[in-house]
């Protein structure tokens, strides 16, 4: 116990000092592996292995699809349609923003760029018609975290590598809870707009509806072409980025013409960052995890928790408050790969469904993506446009984040909400 103490302490230290979260790991593992004369060539070894993973291999894919996608407009496209069919509803022009953001999400992974891709052509859109412009962005903002929970899912791709668990079942365990937790935010949507304060659009007719949806059917069919091809075991996880790739490419280039072939290198360069910063942080944190494991302290960690007999429930409590509070100073793939080395074997000990728990936790990390001060999602909708301040989006959110939490709560309470569908598609 007085290594993890250490480990902590060193961690912290390091951290506080203001380096970044994967070369604070780096550096915390090289200098246990001096302080405890562990054998350097670790270092090497566990950072190659880590990035020389098939699966690994689908997080660039995706994120360059999101990118080529973003570039494309196809978010545009989407907002249309949705908007089409639930415009004259009460909160209709909110309604088809959420439904919008679920289907992006089905497509991208991405939080940050569900987010920015319908917060730009959603926000003015709302507040022309009159739409409280705390309440637009907040829901703009929380919208955007469904990218992470409805597959593919970058966070998800992650847990599955640490854990070893199958990402395919990880990605059929977040579609019931992410259409759930959209039907939510639909439902206060809903209740918040028969308030008044907007103007309400005119209904569609049948034939602008079919009209406009065939027009953007090829961009429709992307989400059902990843997800169904994972589903149906034609493609792994990463194969299904791959043609996700090729398919988003082909609708851009050929079919909507929003993008040039000379284009393409510059989008390239766009996806690179966002990359290279998870594979960073990959690296250091599976190092991180590998000292850990030579120091014997996940072990230690799970022979503390079983001989205090502690139940599987609360251990999950203790590690959601844990979750939250983290969630307000790291971003969701540090977080993830910074618990999961210490807590999977926990999970075995206490025979806890290592696929329920991923659900759990991503659940969790849709908060992080919106919770002061370091939620990704906030400074995404600030930046649409220029007379946007954080305040109004922090204010706006509030309602959304509760919501959340009390969806977190279910998804804890009702196991099956999560399990259900892998155990009927197995």
Not at 230 to 259: D, K, N, Q, W
Not at 393 to 422: D, E, R
């Amino acid at each position: 116990m007085s290594e993890f103490l250490l480990v902590i302490l060193l961690l912290m230290l390091i951290l506080c000092m203001g380096l970044p979260v994967a070369f604070s790991l780096g550096a915390t593992s090289v200098a246990l592996i001096f302080l405890f004369g562990l054998p350097l060539k670790v270092v090497g070894a566990t950072m190659f292995s880590s990035l020389d993973s098939f699966t690994t291999l689908s997080i660039p894919i995706f994120v360059l699809m999101s990118q080529i996608l973003l570039d494309g407009r196809v978010g545009d496209d989407l907002f249309e349609v949705m908007n089409s069919w639930v415009r004259h509803l009460p909160g209709g022009l909110a309604i088809g923003t959420i439904l919008a953001c679920a289907f992006f999400a089905a497509i991208t992974g991405s939080g940050a760029a569900t987010a920015a891709t319908i917060g730009m052509v959603a926000y003015p859109a709302m507040i022309e018609r009159g739409y409280d412009k705390s309440f637009t962005l907040g829901l703009l903002a929380a919208g955007g975290t469904l990218g992470i929970l409805i597959p593919p899912s970058i966070p998800m791709i992650i847990y599955g590598t640490v854990t070893e668990d199958s990402v395919g079942r990880l990605f059929i365990a977040g579609v019931v809870p992410g259409l759930i937790l959209a039907g939510l935010f639909i439902l206060y949507a809903i209740m918040k707009s028969k308030r008044g304060g907007f103007t309400p659009m005119p209904r569609t007719t049948w034939n602008e509806r079919l009209s406009i949806t065939a027009k953007n059917i090829w961009g429709i069919l992307l989400p059902f072409i990843i997800i169904g091809g994972i589903y149906s075991g034609a493609f792994t996880p990463t194969e299904a980025a791959a043609v996700g790739l090729v398919y988003s490419l082909f609708v851009t280039v050929v079919v909507y013409r929003t993008i040039k072939v000379r284009d393409i290198p510059g989008i390239c360069l766009k996806s690179v960052p966002t990359s290279c910063m998870i594979a960073i942080i990959i690296a250091g944190a599976l190092l991180f995890g590998r000292v850990m494991a030579l120091l014997q302290i996940p072990q230690a960690l799970t022979e503390i928790v079983v001989e205090n007999k502690m139940s599987a429930l609360t251990f999950i409590i203790v590690m959601n408050l844990l979750m939250l509070l983290l969630g307000a100073m790291l971003e969701t793939v540090s977080i993830v790969l910074l618990t999961m080395p210490l807590v999977t074997p926990i999970l075995h000990a206490l025979g806890i469904d290592t696929i329920w728990y991923g659900v759990i936790l991503t659940v969790n990390m849709t908060m992080a993506l919106v919770t002061p001060p370091v939620g990704m999602n906030l400074y995404v909708i600030c930046g649409i446009r220029n007379d946007v301040k954080m305040k109004d989006v922090i204010q706006g959110v509030f309602p959304f984040i509760v919501i959340m939490i009390l969806f977190l709560v279910a998804t804890i309470a009702f196991p099956q909400m999560s399990l259900w569908l892998p155990s009927v598609m197995k």
